[in-house]
């Protein structure tokens, strides 16, 4: 016999857009109850060791892999694509931590698509102000925040080798590029410069700073146990989105308690009262085209609704790294990759300031569809027009001069570079092609006794890739979402309750 509960709002998962809309209501409104589900037993909470980001890609607990298909234009390879997976917090809490916005033009584009007022630059960046403490006090306040929750910084120092790389890169060997120690990347206006990364890192603590510390953990209603009923904000795992005849009517899933006692994996209802939001990353959102889904091999579950384009434009954003031997005193991360206890002791609380720059993004288009409810299509092979990859080809060149000097760190071998690709968007305007005018909310509203709507919010929103690591990009996709959400719900933007800092089991 299952258990019931009803919520106000329900999140099926909870990645880097979902915690901060469910952060910022149960802010606005401290009496609503919210319920946000995820699946397996994985909490951000030991995830916030900024130099160990490699080790929650290499367990595969919080990551899964996804795997192309072989690509004639990568030589008869397959990529793989890591997504974040069974974690609260989504990618925020596993990333790189790598801070890099778009320019402000992708953001025009998307207005340009039939968003005008809500989506492009104007109506953003401001959000993208909102999100963050930039923790450097010359960042120009135009377009960075200095009380928002994400912390971004530089990681706490520089490192010999990232001074030198910008010393010597772009003054001998890149004549057309500056190098600058202060240059801002990062103002939506700057483009081919050399200059340090920042990281989303909180310089106070040298922790990670992800969505879920810092909008769900530290909310003064939030608590690990549902069952401490006076609290309102929950996080159950294992989920299933389930539907009544064409409407969301909530999640089912088994609650973190029940996975230790004698209802182990009996499944409990939550219905929403008043809506449900799927948030499951690029990978996870589970929506798309009726016909498609309808070939898949093991896929029963019945759509809400059909968009055939989902999917269609899947782009990567490739980042090159370009491997050469380094003196000895070269600051670096060898001994914490290689499980060294006593280095990572040393290095806790700061994650080196690598600095490199980063090729073109968003060069490689394919497509990706769910083949069953276990594995996805993923093609990246087309189209990679010619003239695209001409434009990688100078990035790779003057990458690998810049790695390669003989004053510099010289390798005997040669400089061996490759390609990596992570997770971005498969960004077909798969929501905003129906509706443009509501941004990213589908109405389901026929015949309800229980559910209004149901709100798809993710990266997989977006209707155009952007030039930049996507995270900044979720971030101003939750902050618009909440915005949109609560004008929807009729939540009055005044927030009245607390948040505190995170006192929890983390490391
Ligand atoms: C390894 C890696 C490194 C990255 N590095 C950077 C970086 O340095 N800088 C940057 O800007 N961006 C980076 N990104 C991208 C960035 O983290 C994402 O763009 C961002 O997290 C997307 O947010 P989202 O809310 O759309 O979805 P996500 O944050 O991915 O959240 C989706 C949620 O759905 C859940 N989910 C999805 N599918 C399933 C499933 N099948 N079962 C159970 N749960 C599921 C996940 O647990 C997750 O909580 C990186 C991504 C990865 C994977």
Redesign the pocket.
């Known amino acids: 016999m299952p258990f019931f509960d009803t919520y106000d709002i329900v999140f099926a ?6 915690c901060i809309i469910a952060g910022r209501l149960a802010q606005a409104d401290p009496s609503l109850k919210i319920l946000v589900t ?3 037993e ?1 909490w951000a909470l030991t995830l916030n060791l900024p130099a160990r ?1 490699l080790n ?2 290499i367990k595969g607990h ?3 892999h996804h795997r192309s298909v072989q690509s004639k234009a990568l030589g008869g390879r397959s990529v793989c694509v ?19 916005r778009p320019a402000a033009s992708d953001y025009d584009d998307w207005a340009k698509l039939g968003n005008p007022g809500q989506w492009g630059s104007e109506s953003l960046i401001p959000l993208a102000r909102k999100v963050e403490t930039y923790q450097e006090p010359s960042g120009n306040p135009s377009v960075h925040g200095f009380s928002g929750p994400i912390k971004v910084s530089k990681g706490g120092c520089d490192t010999n080798i990232g001074r030198e790389f910008l010393e010597t890169a772009a003054p001998q060997y890149d004549k057309d590029r500056e190098a600058s120690p202060s240059a801002d990347l990062n103002d939506f206006q700057t483009i081919n410069v050399y200059a340090p990364w920042h990281k ?1 890192i909180d310089s106070q603590t040298g922790k990670r700073s992800d969505t879920a510390h810092h909008f769900l953990y530290n909310l003064a209603n939030f608590i690990l146990d549902p069952s401490e009923s006076k609290h309102n904000v929950h996080v159950s795992t294992n ?1 299933r989105v389930v539907r009544r005849n064409s409407r969301a009517i909530g999640v089912e899933y088994v609650a973190r308690e029940d996975m230790n006692s004698e209802h182990r994996l009996q499944p409990r209802m939550a219905y929403a009262s008043r809506l449900v939001v799927l ?6 959102s589970g929506i798309g085209s009726a016909k498609r889904l309808a070939e898949a091999v093991d896929i029963r579950s019945p759509q809400f609704v059909d968009l055939p384009g989902v999917g269609e434009n899947y782009n990567d954003h490739n980042l090159c790294v370009t491997l050469y031997l380094a003196s000895e005193d070269s600051d670096c991360l060898d001994a914490i990759f290689s499980g060294d206890e006593e280095a990572i002791k040393l290095e806790s609380d700061h994650l080196n300031n690598g600095q490199f720059r980063s090729t073109s993004e968003g060069v490689a288009r394919g497509r990706l569809r769910a083949s069953s409810t276990q594995t996805r299509d993923l093609n990246c092979d087309q189209p990679r027009a010619p003239e695209e990859l001409e434009e990688l080809g100078p990035a790779f060149k003057s990458l690998q001069a810049g790695c390669n000097l003989g004053d510099f760190h010289n390798s005997p071998t040669g400089c061996k570079t490759f390609g990596m690709n ?4 498969y960004p077909k305007a798969c929501v905003w092609s129906g509706e443009p005018e509501s941004g990213g909310r589908i109405s389901v509203t026929s015949n309800l006794e229980i559910l209004s709507l149901i709100f798809f ?4 929103i977006a209707p155009l890739n952007v030039g ?7 971030l101003v ?2 902050e618009k979402a909440f915005l949109l959400i609560a004008d929807d719900l009729g939540i009055s933007l005044k927030c009245t309750q607390a948040t505190r800092e995170f006192k929890g089991p983390d490391v």
Do not use: E, K
């Not at 890591?82 to 890099?100: D, E, H, K, L, W």
């Not at 948030?279 to 996870?284: E, K, Q, V």
């Not at 930049?468 to 979720?474: D, H, I, L, R």
């Open positions: 998962r909870g990645g880097t857009a979902a995820y699946q397996a994985s980001f929650s890609l919080t990551v899964s890591p997504s974040a997976c069974c974690v609260v917090g989504g990618g925020s809490a596993v990333n790189f931590m790598i801070y890099t989303y989920l948030s499951s990353g690029a990978f996870g992570f997770v971005t968007a919010v993710d990266i997989s930049a690591n996507t995270n900044s990009t979720a996709i939750g």
